[in-house]
Every structure is written in structure tokens, then in C-alpha cells.
């Protein structure tokens, strides 16, 4: 099955800096890459994805870019602001027979901006 | 904007005693599933449904759970004998339709197990 990877688990950014969290994938056949924002409390809200006919999509502040011969897909957040604090997971997923496949979570980020 | 919804936000029960978890999916969507988070783990998928019937479930998805969709709106999780593991966040999410991928989460329900 589908093995995802994630790094870094923490980490801290001062307020205006970018941040990037990067993840692996170990299934080729796997073609959609969500990322979710956990807040304390909550459950994961989708800010972003991509699926793999696509390198790169952007959304304001928030990027993700996909490398599909090398498995690995990043979230980039520019000009921090302190309500981007918050856990941050990436996902992948492929089609099933059914027509939708659940999404294998990494291990999360937890990502603190620096007033 | 339509929202999945969870009720209770958090149930607290003794170990061995039955548990239902309840999920209202966005109205229009027609895939659901549920996960769950063990406190500072990351989130695993338990089971997804369609058309009335599990399309995929989990190792931990045993015998002790079973899913329904009672009434065309409401979607449940119950777990027969809670153990101790079992305690988690419990999410429910749902898709649109066939060949989509966006999963619409819920906010979740903290199950605690003593």
C-alpha cells in the first residue's frame, strides 16, 4: 500500500518568512496530493491540491509543486502570517475501482510563525 | 457553504460498552468515509462507502465496527465493544461524486474510552 513521508514534523518560521514542508510518496500509481490544515480542535481543512497531470498550482500565498518521477510533492507558504499556525498534512490517493480511494496522511507538520 | 457536520464533539464511554458515531455528509455527495487520529498520530482511514455498501475498509476497520447509512442524510460508525485503543478523533468526510478526489472533512468526534 501507499506510504507517505513528511518533514519536517516541527517547524518555526518568523512572521514574513516562507515556509516548506515536503513529503514522499512510495505508490506510483497514486496521482492526487492534498494538503490540510488542522487547527487545534478541528478537523483537516483541504488549503490546496494537486493532481498529477500538473507540476505546479498556486493559491495566493500557498503553492504546491509535484515531482512525479521522483515522488515528492511540496507546500510552500509565502509571507507568513501568525493564523498560518497550525498542523499541516499532506495526503495521497489514487483511483479505485470505485471511483474514489482513501487518502493516505503523512505525519503531519506543525508549523509555529514568529510575531 | 455546506459543511459536514459530526455529533456528539466528544463521548466519553466505559470500555466494553457500545458507541455510535454520527455523520450529516454534505447533501449532494454520494461517497463517505471515516477516519481516525489518535492524539499526536497522524490520520488513518478506517472505511469508505458507497451506494450503501463499504467499498474499502482498513485493518483496523475489524468486526467490532460497522457503518450505515440509516435515512439517505445521516451516516454512522458504531463500534460494539469500546476498547481503550479506541480512543481517537473520529472523522467523517465525503466526496462529491464519481472521479472526484476532494475529501470534505467533518470537525470530528473526540471518543474516550475508560
Known amino acids: 500500500g501507499e506510504n507517505v513521508e513528511q518533514h519536517p514534523s516541527t517547524l518555526s518560521v518568523q512572521e514574513g518568512d516562507s515556509a516548506v514542508i515536503k513529503c514522499t510518496y512510495s505508490d506510483s500509481a497514486s496521482n492526487y496530493f492534498p494538503w490540510y490544515k488542522q487547527e487545534l480542535g478541528k478537523g483537516p481543512q483541504l488549503i490546496i491540491d494537486?493532481?498529477?497531470?500538473?507540476g505546479e498550482k498556486k493559491d495566493q500565498r500557498i503553492a504546491v509543486t509535484l515531482n512525479k518521477t521522483a515522488k515528492h510533492f511540496s507546500l510552500h507558504i509565502t509571507e507568513t502570517q501568525p493564523e498560518d499556525s497550525a498542523v499541516y498534512f499532506c495526503?495521497?490517493?489514487?483511483?479505485?475501482?470505485?471511483?474514489?480511494?482513501?487518502?493516505?496522511f503523512g505525519t503531519g507538520t506543525r508549523l509555529t510563525i514568529i510575531p | 457553504e455546506p459543511e459536514v457536520t459530526q455529533t456528539p464533539s466528544h463521548q466519553v464511554t466505559q470500555m466494553g460498552q457500545e458507541v455510535i458515531l454520527r455523520c450529516v455528509p454534505i447533501s449532494n455527495h454520494l461517497y463517505f468515509y471515516w477516519y481516525r487520529q489518535i492524539l499526536g498520530q497522524k490520520v488513518e482511514f478506517l472505511v469508505s462507502f458507497y451506494n450503501n455498501e463499504i467499498s474499502e475498509k482498513s485493518e483496523i476497520f475489524d468486526d467490532q465496527f460497522s457503518v450505515e447509512r440509516p435515512d439517505g442524510s445521516n451516516f454512522t460508525l458504531k463500534i460494539r465493544s469500546t476498547k481503550l485503543e479506541d480512543s481517537a478523533m473520529y472523522f467523517c468526510a465525503s466526496t462529491p461524486r464519481v472521479n472526484t478526489d476532494t475529501q470534505y472533512f467533518g470537525p470530528g468526534t473526540r471518543l474516550t474510552v475508560l
Open positions: 494537486i493532481r498529477s497531470n500538473v
Open positions: 495526503a495521497a490517493s489514487g483511483i479505485s475501482n470505485f471511483g474514489n480511494e482513501k487518502l493516505t
